[in-house]
């Protein structure tokens, strides 16, 4: 099952934060955050293994709430270089041969 | 560090054409696999080796794509023959191991189908 990313997209100005929500139907073993510029390959941000774990890079961080099968992105002070589109994959514990991505969501900044 | 290597980048054909896309992953990673990005959309993953055997080829629609990993390194992507609905980017991965791994993208095959 297809993970549900929310918003679809959100415009900030530079400086403001922003939050991206990833929500599964199935208990998840793992979640993998990339970003995706445009005509460009997604690269990799982070994986979170553990329930209620967060991590970070640079002024990216997430969390991984176990229970509620789902994680949240957290990008703060967010940078004109942070514009993309940010797809989360989750690793479900029934499969836990691959990672299946959500439809991402496109982060504009502006000036 | 040399990164996933794709080609080529960019491929226009028609209709029942058939294509072939190839991917070098990074040295001394274990696992590859194949993605469909359509346009708007993520990646969906449509096969993926563990050395040059197939781990998940689930998602594969096998009547008219086929991929192999000989020799457990490079690997090649076919389509035969192709459907408009095939255009989209394909791209190749690469992870030290298995699905928990960080993958490492290549830049991708632009396909478009006409």
């Known amino acids: 099952q297809q993970p549900v990313q929310s918003p679809q997209a959100v415009i900030l100005r530079e400086g403001e934060d922003a939050v991206i929500n990833c929500s599964s139907s199935k208990a998840l073993y793992s979640v993998h955050w990339y970003r995706q510029k445009h005509g460009e390959a997604p690269v990799f941000l982070m994986i979170?293994?553990?329930?209620?774990e967060q991590k970070g890079h640079e002024k990216i961080s997430a969390s991984f709430n176990e229970k509620k099968q789902q994680s949240s992105l957290y990008l703060t002070a967010s940078q004109l270089s942070y514009s993309g589109t940010y797809f989360c994959g989750t690793g479900p514990y029934s499969s836990a041969s691959k990672i299946i991505f959500g439809s991402g969501t496109r982060l504009s900044i502006r000036p | 560090e040399a990164g996933v290597a794709q080609s080529p980048r960019y491929k226009i054909i028609e209709k029942r054409q058939s294509v072939a896309f190839w991917c070098n992953p990074i040295?001394?990673?274990?696992?590859l696999y194949w993605y469909q990005q359509i346009l708007g959309q993520g990646p969906k993953l449509l096969i993926q080796f563990q050395n040059n055997g197939v781990v998940d080829d689930s998602q594969l629609p096998k009547d008219r794509f086929s991929a192999e990993r000989l020799k457990g390194v490079d690997s090649t992507l076919k389509i035969q023959p192709a459907k408009l609905e095939d255009s989209a980017v394909y791209l190749c991965a690469s992870s030290r191991g298995g699905p928990q791994e960080t993958q490492y993208f290549g830049p991708g095959t632009r396909l478009l189908v006409l």
């Open positions: 040295s001394g990673h274990a696992t």
């Open positions: 979170l293994l553990k329930g209620g």
